[in-house]
């Protein structure tokens, strides 16, 4: 081959390596009359039907997505998306095969917030949604549209709807709603910060203003309304605990569940962090009291249980622990990682990377969940490069992000620090030792024990399947070592709680509950029976009891 001839090929491959189809992205005027800053998110879903905005999920049936970040983006003007831009699954444009698509785009929008330690953020402020990007209120998207896309064809897209406000639930008689701004967070944020509270109250609530109840503090990712009670007719289990609820089957108490969706993700863990600021300080300090107040709770630690599972399941453990004067006892179910040698199938202390298993040459992914089949669900590294697109330095609003906002310190401009690299995974020992000091539970247990056994007898409880889905069986066993330990000479009290593996369970195992039971019917006289071994003498365990 002639150098001329050779030199034409090559050119023509290079053309071809780089062509890629674009999208031109418009803000249409009449959407919104400000400025943005935000994350423009395009969707291409291979389904013709329905919004491509909320296909996009966890697994192979997701859809493809591509991000870019925007500042000052003005009506009018046109953002465009290209090869360049980041993707996933497919990491560039350039990639995607010719075919007939279904395509929509959507603003995540961000806000400014002008921190307390003198950082200027941009982040998406949740607007009751629990922090998803797809239905949040004021973010701006395309209508669908079916298009046929080529290897350098330019499409025009236009942001011409915002999504609208949720309107907020309203009291009935046994789901009653409150609202209340905590100064702790607002002085940590720079502007106000409002937490949202739902309490079911019992039968005969109303009529009995002098009664004082036990409250049930239900730790779980952001809910709208209480979620485990329906008053419709059905087969479900939460028809079946209205029926509980109503009858005088169970004691009387409040079951209360807080809304405290932060920047970063649909609840802030209950803790005090670097990143969400004092939100353990602002749930015990000024929240549970003022509900407490508001729905004659009888206010003694004895008569405080915190539950939960998965996210609601650590941070059930999480406050017990932190606050262990404060909550009476409480019951962690499938909680997310509890020490942090088996971050799922992570281990930050001695891994160097949080993608990979390494030998000497052989790489093989690590899972980050299984399917009931035993199938791989997704990868670390899938699922971080998802987060990367939908949203740089930390602001995906997804789970990993919201381990790296929680459990770390922040950045040098005040974003959370990463425990590993998102675009290759390399793990930090310096913020893994971080994590170890602050949040591994079953790290924090060990090291505290002496001024900590104490006030924790008898009151940590945690449940999980064998075959958690997350893998998150292996860090529960690991905790329970440790408390099972504290039996031996020299190394108490001990804890005198329990745990429960549930054989071949997937997550979310609450325990053995009778079928059909609802887990919340199943467990209210189990806390109504532990309260009465818990309370002092003469403290009133029998008028709500009845």
């Known amino acids: 081959m002639s150098l001329m001839r050779f030199r034409a090929l090559w050119g023509f491959l290079c053309l071809s390596c780089f062509a890629s189809p674009a999208f031109q992205v418009k803000f249409a005027p009449g959407a919104r009359s400000e400025a943005a800053d935000g994350r423009l998110i395009l969707i291409i879903s291979k389904s013709l039907d329905g919004e491509p905005r909320f296909q996009v999920q966890m697994g192979l049936s997701t859809q493809q997505i ?105 009291d009935t008689k046994y789901i009653r709603h409150m609202r209340m701004e905590s100064p702790l967070l607002s002085k940590f944020w720079g502007r106000p910060i409002s937490i949202g509270i739902v ?36 087969s479900s289990n939460g028809y079946r605990f209205y029926q509980d609820w109503t009858s005088g089957r169970l004691p009387r108490m409040l079951i209360v569940v807080t809304q405290h969706a932060t920047p970063y993700y649909d609840d802030s863990y ?14 015990t300090q000024e929240v549970y009291p003022a509900v407490e107040r508001r729905f004659h709770a009888l206010g003694q630690p004895w008569a405080r249980i915190v539950v939960g599972g998965s996210t609601g399941g650590w941070m059930t453990l999480a406050q017990q622990i932190f606050y262990p004067d404060y909550f009476g006892g409480a019951w962690g179910f499938c909680p997310d990682p509890v020490d942090f040698h088996a971050f799922q199938l992570v281990d930050v202390y001695s891994d160097k990377n949080a993608y990979y298993d390494e030998g000497p040459f052989l790489r093989l ?95 940590l409880h945690v449940t999980s399947g064998t075959k958690d889905t997350f893998y998150l069986d292996a860090a529960a066993h690991r905790m329970q070592d440790l408390l099972d330990g504290t039996k031996l000479p020299g190394k108490g009290p001990y804890y005198g709680g329990s745990f429960d593996f549930g054989n071949n369970k997937p997550h979310c195992y609450v325990g053995d509950v009778p079928e059909g039971t609802p887990w919340l019917s199943y467990y209210l006289p189990v806390f109504s029976n532990y309260i009465k071994t818990m309370a002092p003498k003469g403290a009133d365990v029998t008028s709500w009891n009845r």
């Open 66 to 170: 591509f991000g870019m970040d925007v500042d000052a983006w003005k009506p009018g003007a046109v953002a465009r998306i290209d090869g360049g831009a980041a993707g996933y699954p497919l990491p560039t444009l350039s990639e995607l095969p010719p075919d007939t698509y279904n395509v929509q785009a959507v603003l995540n929008v961000y806000d400014t917030f002008h921190r307390a330690d003198g950082h200027v953020l941009k982040l998406h402020m949740d607007h009751g949604e629990g922090q998803e990007w797809s239905r949040s209120p004021g973010n701006l998207y395309s209508k669908p549209q079916r298009v046929e896309i080529g290897a350098d064809t330019v499409t025009p897209i236009e942001l011409t709807e915002m999504i609208p406000p949720i309107e907020p639930p309203k």
């Open 199 to 234: 309490v079911l109250v019992p039968e005969g609530f109303d009529d009995h203003p002098d009664q004082r109840y036990p409250v049930v503090f239900l730790q779980d990712h952001f809910q709208a309304d209480f979620r485990y009670f329906s008053e419709k007719p059905s």
């Open 270 to 283: 209950g803790v005090n962090t670097a990143n969400a600021g004092p939100y353990g300080d602002a749930l």
């Open 365 to 459: 992914p690590k899972p980050l969940g299984r399917q009931r089949n035993d199938h791989v669900l997704t990868t670390m590294e899938a699922y971080s490069h998802e987060e990367a697109v939908l949203g740089t330095r930390g602001r995906s609003g997804g789970q990993m992000d919201a381990f790296h906002a929680t459990f770390g310190p922040t950045d040098a401009d005040g974003y959370p620090a990463k425990l590993w690299n998102a675009e290759t995974g390399a793990v930090d020992p310096a913020i893994a030792q971080y994590w170890r000091e602050h949040y591994d539970l079953t790290a924090l247990l060990a090291r505290d024990w002496e001024r900590l056994g104490p006030k924790l007898i008898g009151k």
